[in-house]
């Protein structure tokens, strides 16, 4: 048996069709190996994210760590006074400054005194009395219109500052009666889209915002001297009290608050002493004159259980913030609300 000797366009035409099939088998191989990479890149991408994230919230948690030891070291040192209280001379209280890390970035925390803040949930109690027109007001409720009135970039008419602060009582009260000039279910209903009033006490300051008469503007002044912790209103820290709150410290049955000199004098006192002697001579200072103050002293106090912990670290060229509530019972510090934050 004889074979037929294969032409020379037929060896020609065999070597043409293996290179085609080595070059699809090439391409093939190539376009796994350039979908394999790029697979294989984006998961070490999102291990290194995961890890820096992991890395970032540890230091972050060691800067919750530092706090709570910080005031744990100011109770202890308070235990040695006459009379403890938390002023802006103690450990806690003093300007943070960056911590470098070995491998390169910083971390930076700083604590606030929750209660040197008006707490928005003291507004939930309504008059027991009240009065002509229902005019009369609680301590906490004058205390609070006396603040809108004060605040430095929005300053309200003493109307409107009766306005708001009723519609946050009417918001946190259990009912759905409307106070005099305040807001319930009736206004709320009638918004796009429709709600209802909480008519609970409040989880956070942005819920301000849901509140009638409140404007984005008066929000923005208004945030960052009220706070909703704790939950239980503890009375106003006059060693940590900020400007507009010292001004909002009035006599009984005031509506206005004390003038810019008057609040002036105040601060200086506080800025340059770390602090005020104590309730009594603060209560008894120049710029309250014979008025009676026993509303105010009901709403004042000199010692704090409840700090705003704001740490940042940079890992890597990436920050991350977290804010942290701490509570403080005697040696015992524990975070009651963390809230987390890239920048």
Known sequence: MHCRPCSPGMRLAERGVALVVALLVFGLCAALMVAMQREFTLFAQRGANLFLQDQGYAYLRGAEELAAVALVMDYDADQSRAQPRDDKNEIWAQQATPYPLDEGGWLVGSLQDLQGRF??????????????????????????????????????????????????????????????????????????????????????????????????????????????????????????????????????????????????????????????????TFLAHSVFGEKTMTDAGSLLGESSSWFLLSAEVEVAERKMRLYSVLQRDKRAVRPIVRAMGSL
């Open 119 to 280: 707490n928005l949930n003291t507004l939930a109690a309504a008059p027991t009395e009240p009065g002509e027109a229902g005019q009369r007001f609680t301590p906490a409720e004058a205390f609070f219109i006396r603040l809108l009135q004060a605040l430095p970039d929005a300053a309200l008419g003493q109307a409107e500052a009766v306005a708001v602060t009723r519609a946050i009582g009417d918001w946190l009260d259990e009912d759905s009666i409307p106070r005099a000039f305040g807001a319930e279910d009736d206004v709320y209903s009638g918004q796009t889209p429709a709600y209802r009033a909480a008519n609970h006490p409040m989880a956070s300051v942005s819920e301000l915002r849901a509140v009638a008469n409140m404007t984005p503007q008066l929000y923005v002044a208004l945030a960052p001297w009220v706070t909703v912790w704790p939950r239980t209103p503890a009375p106003l820290n006059i060693h940590t009290a900020s400007l507009p709150l010292l001004r909002a410290i009035n006599g009984d049955g005031e509506l206005t608050p004390l003038s810019e000199a008057q609040g002036d004098a105040l601060w200086q006192t506080q800025q340059e002493e770390g602090g005020f002697a104590d309730l009594e």
